[in-house]
Every structure is written in C-alpha cells, then in structure tokens.
C-alpha cells in the first residue's frame, strides 16, 4: 500500500494517476454520482479511487480551476452547482466566439469533404433524436461545436471555447431531460451548415448568434425555474 503511495508521487506515474483521477472524477460530476453541492472528503474520494490522496488533491485543484468543485482546507471538497448568471455570462463569450468561427468557415470556401466531419456531427444529432436518445444527441452536439470553432482557424478562440466548455456541458447535462426534443437545434445546425458550405459568412454568423441565443434563453430558464443554482 505505502510502496503504491510513493509511486503514485514520482515521475511519469505521479502525472498518470493525477490524470486519471481528474478523468473519473470529471466522470462522475458530470454523471451526477457527485452532485452539485455534495461535499467530499480527500480520503473519501482516494478510496473510491483506488490510490492515494496525493493525485486526487491535484486532481481537485484542477477540477477547481475548471470551475467545477471548491476545494476548502480542512473541510474537503465541495461541488459546485451551475447558477443561471454563470450560464447567460458563458454563453454570450460563445455567441460572440462561436457565431464569429461560423463566418471565418464561410469565409474559407471549404470544399465539401473538408466540412465532412460538421455534417456527419448533424446526422449523429437526427439520428440520436429519432431513436430517443440524449445523451447521444448531446455527444454529436459537441462534436458539432467543436469542429465549428476549429474550422474558423483561430486557435485562441478554440482554446477559450474548449476552457468554457465544461461548465456548458454540465449545465446541459442536468437538464437534458428537461428540455423539449431539440429538433430545432438540428434545424438550426444544418441552416448553419450550409451557409458555411454555400460561402456565406454574414448568414452564418447570423444564424448562428440566433442558435446560440436561444439556447442561452432556454437553459438559463431551466435552471432558474429548477433553482439549479451554484451551491
């Protein structure tokens, strides 16, 4: 047990288990198995862990960055809910990030296969919806945002994007079964789409600050009704 320990805090090994444990960890906020406002001891964790309480400590001081937990001296680990003010700041940095990345796309005059892998990210999103399944739907969502921002081509962009990820990501994830079926979301992905394929960056930009606005408007009023708030 003590020969694991010292393992676990030295070299290549230290920084294996320190990703690890911010993997499961991750895992399981996003799964609720941690949920918002729950707090959690160090040793606690560890144990369910399996391995020490060195790598979950850092673990939790980036999970802590990320936005997603509290870690407080002496009293443990804390995670933190998703308040509707945090959700309408996030998703206004995107709109602007996001719906400028859509007319960067329009712009670049991509050939067809170069925007395979936005389409396919789309028929995921149909296909997900007629079989009735969310979470797949919210997978290929990702996917499709993702490759939104990179096909803009600025690395900052997709660097800051990725950083407000997370808190997007769980927000969406506490109330994905809330929602009405987001066959709009498809409709407005593909409208993006194919402006980005037919080279119209004004209507992409357009289309796609209206998407995100009314995803913004949809998800602060869940959380506001559901007093899913920052605990």
């Known amino acids: 047990m003590w020969g694991k320990g010292r393992s676990e805090m030295t070299g290549a090994g230290a920084t294996s288990n320190t990703q690890r444990a911010i993997k499961v960890l991750r895992d399981l906020i996003f799964s609720g198995d941690l949920s918002p406002g729950s707090d959690h001891l160090e040793t606690e964790l560890a144990q369910r862990?399996?391995?020490?309480?060195?790598p979950?400590?850092?673990?939790?001081?980036?999970?802590?960055a990320q936005g997603l937990v509290e870690v407080r001296p002496?009293?443990?680990?804390?995670?933190?809910?998703v308040s509707p003010q945090d959700m309408r700041?996030?998703?206004?940095?995107?709109?602007?990030?996001?719906?400028?990345?859509?007319?960067?796309?329009a712009e670049r005059a991509y050939a067809a296969d170069q925007l395979l892998a936005l389409k396919t990210a789309i028929d995921e999103m149909d296909a997900a919806l007629a079989r009735d399944?969310?979470?797949?739907?919210?997978?290929a969502d990702d996917a499709f945002h993702r490759e939104l921002?990179?096909?803009?081509g600025n690395r900052r962009i997709e660097a800051i994007v990725a950083m407000m990820a997370d808190q997007?990501?769980?927000?969406?994830?506490?109330?994905?079964?809330?929602?009405?079926s987001p066959v709009r979301s498809n409709a407005d992905h593909r409208a993006v789409f194919a402006a980005i394929a037919a080279g119209q960056p004004g209507q992409a930009r357009a289309l796609h600050e209206s998407h995100r606005r009314a995803a913004r408007d949809m998800l602060v009023d869940l959380l506001a009704r559901h007093r899913l708030q920052r605990l």
Do not use: C, F, K, N
């Open 74 to 81: 002496r009293r443990g680990i804390r995670v933190l809910g």
């Open 56 to 64: 979950v400590r850092e673990a939790a001081l980036s999970l802590q």
């Open 149 to 152: 921002v990179r096909l803009g």
């Open 133 to 139: 399944d969310r979470a797949a739907w919210a997978r």
């Open 89 to 105: 700041e996030i998703y206004d940095v995107l709109t602007v990030l996001e719906s400028h990345a859509a007319e960067q796309a």
């Open 168 to 180: 997007v990501r769980r927000a969406r994830a506490l109330t994905l079964y809330m929602r009405p």
């Open 49 to 54: 862990l399996g391995m020490s309480r060195t």
